[in-house]
């Protein structure tokens, strides 16, 4: 292995620019020429690439988002697409890649690496946490900690002028943003796409509490699960209370990463490095119970197991 390329696909997450600078230091520092592609798989077939070195990577190790650009590829699901992407790697000699991103960019990476025989190892990067097999994907808590500041500003108005809020956070087809931070904010009710959700039951919970003087409501949605206006309405024609809605949106992709996006990120680049060096391939290499593991390309893109039943039960328990 003499020659490596890293690239980031999909949607950005806050640690990507952590991982970029771990591959490419940790490559360079054991002798390989590190190449960088520029918006994911688009520049693959479109060669749009440049060699980075130790320098390139100075002062990125606190900015969100990613130096290298990143795209979602439809063009990259077609034969005609993956064929000029494999041209680029021949043509530039490349050895190995690195992908750093979410569930799509490793089913693309595995499409490349079975039938191109090129040797793939992908980081996880994605604020979802969606990515089986491993505790937590870069990004992740920090996109948790910047809905949790604006969940903790919204409650101070809520409290103020007793109202309901409704706000709904990212996530995709998965609760865990939701969960972690109606938990981590107080909150009453988190709406997830794993779990049914009983309006019935949670109206009569408000109108309850407004009896007893329990005005103010905070109700978390994750997009996957309900928009926010659509859960207000709801909530209105059930209980007739008034609702405020908040969509949290883009601004938790973005951002400083926290120390544990970074160090998450700055490990598993040297360990995606050391993985392609070993000659391994088809594999996301991820955290799981404190140790350092790897996890098959397939594996990984399955549907993530948590104990959510857990998280949610507190959340009511704590309410
Ligand atoms: O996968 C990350 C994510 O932010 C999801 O939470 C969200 O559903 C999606 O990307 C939004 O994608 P886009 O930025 O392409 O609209």
Request: proline content about 2%; glycine content about 10%.
């Amino acid at each position: 292995m003499k020659r490596i390329a890293v690239l980031t696909t999909g949607g950005d997450a806050p640690g990507m620019n952590a991982a970029i600078r771990s591959v490419v230091r940790y490559g360079t520092n054991n002798k390989l020429e590190v190449w960088g592609v520029f918006r994911g798989w688009w520049g693959l077939i479109n060669e749009e690439l440049k060699v980075l070195d130790h320098r390139s990577v100075s002062g990125i190790i606190n900015q969100g988002g990613t130096i290298l650009k990143t795209a979602r590829c439809q063009e990259f699901y077609t034969p005609e697409g993956q064929e000029r992407a494999f041209q680029t790697i021949k043509k530039h000699d490349i050895d190995g890649m690195v992908v750093i991103g979410g569930n799509g960019s490793f089913t693309a990476a595995h499409i490349f690496c079975t039938k191109y025989n090129v040797a793939c190892i992908g980081i996880p990067a994605s604020i979802d946490n969606d990515i089986n097999g491993i505790d937590e994907t870069i990004g992740t808590d920090t996109a948790v900690n910047t809905a949790l500041t604006a969940i903790d500003n919204i409650r101070d108005t809520a409290t103020s002028m007793e109202r309901i809020f409704v706000v709904e956070v990212m996530g995709r087809d998965s609760g865990f943003i939701a969960l972690t931070v109606a938990l981590a904010g107080g909150c009453e009710e988190a709406i997830i796409p794993e779990k049914k959700f009983d309006f019935e039951a949670a109206c009569h919970d408000i109108v309850n509490g407004n009896l007893r003087g329990k005005i103010s409501w905070i109700i978390v949605t994750a997009e996957g699960a309900g928009r926010a206006e659509d859960v207000a309405k709801k909530i209105n024609e059930i209980t007739t209370l008034e609702t405020r809605t908040v969509v949290l949106g883009h601004i938790q992709r973005g951002g400083r990463p926290t120390a544990r996006s970074r160090d998450i990120a700055l490990v598993l680049g040297r360990s995606a490095v050391d993985c392609l060096l070993k000659g391994l391939s088809d594999k996301v290499v991820g955290i799981a119970g404190g140790k350092i593991v790897t996890v098959d390309f397939q594996k990984a893109i399955a549907k993530k197991e948590f104990n959510l039943e857990g998280m949610y039960n507190l959340i009511k328990q704590l309410s």
